[in-house]
T-cell receptor
Framework: DTGVSQDPRHKITKRGQNVTFRCDPI?????LYWYRQTLGQGPEFLTY????????KSRLLSDRFSAERPKGSFSTLEIQRTEQGDSAMYLC???????????FGDGTRLSIL | GEDVEQSLFLSVREGDSSVINCTYT??????LYWYKQEPGAGLQLLTY?????DMKQDQRLTVLLNKKDKHLSLRIADTQTGDSAIYFC???????????FGKGTRLSVIA
């Protein structure tokens, strides 16, 4: 069990650019979650998948954000036309299923210049 | 509505016990979690408790749940410098929805 893996660990980009992050969940975990964490705050939910189905999206997930989990394994989170306010740590978590604890990766820290 | 509140800072001496408190508002919460976050890292699951339990102990960690007051606490016995981190309380409504986190309590351990 290698844990939840996120790539890249850090991303620095200019405002207006598109960025994509990848998350590899723990093997055979069918639920995958994306959260965003800003400085001094707890993580805030963005969206989650059960297998390849996206079951819920937060109102925080503007139309510039899109997430996919095409084969029910790894997931990608894309942010188009990045803005200063998108600077944050993006955390991915996975769980075996309903009522099971979520295990987090180390996150991708996004900095917008 | 969902809201989780924690005090922001706690400072203890090495070897003492630490008690980190959390209150939540949603009475239908069925799972309550404690996570630890070290600088630049993700969240490490420490322990969790079902809302039909009052207490759970795991080595140096003791979780107490007061459902009537919607109050959760995490006690760390014999606190060590390696315990210095931010501790997050989180609730899961009915156990199958995304976690709602507090803002975290920064624990500083003084040698």
């Amino acid at each position: 069990d290698t844990g939840v893996s996120q790539d890249p660990r850090h991303k620095i980009t200019k405002r207006g650019q598109n960025v994509t992050f990848r998350c590899d969940p723990i093997s055979e975990h069918n639920r995958l979650y994306w959260y965003r964490q800003t400085l001094g705050q707890g993580p805030e939910f963005l969206t989650y998948f059960q297998n390849e189905a996206q079951l819920e999206k937060s109102r925080l997930l503007s139309d510039r954000f899109s997430a996919e989990r095409p084969k029910g394994s790894f997931s990608t989170l894309e942010i188009q036309r990045t803005e200063q306010g998108d600077s944050a740590m993006y955390l991915c978590a996975s769980s075996e299923g309903q009522n099971q604890p979520q295990h987090f990766g180390d996150g991708t820290r996004l900095s917008i210049l | 509505g969902e809201d989780v509140e924690q005090s922001l800072f706690l400072s203890v001496r090495e070897g003492d016990s630490s008690v980190i408190n959390c209150t939540y508002t949603d009475s239908s919460s069925t799972y309550l979690y404690w996570y630890k976050q070290e600088p630049g890292a993700g969240l490490q699951l420490l322990t969790y408790i079902f809302s039909n339990m009052d207490m759970k102990q795991d080595q140096r960690l003791t979780v107490l749940l007061n459902k009537k007051d919607k109050h959760l606490s995490l006690r760390i016995a014999d606190t060590q410098t390696g315990d210095s981190a931010i501790y997050f309380c989180a609730e899961s409504i009915l156990g199958n929805t995304p976690l709602v986190f507090g803002k975290g309590t920064r624990l500083s351990v003084i040698a």
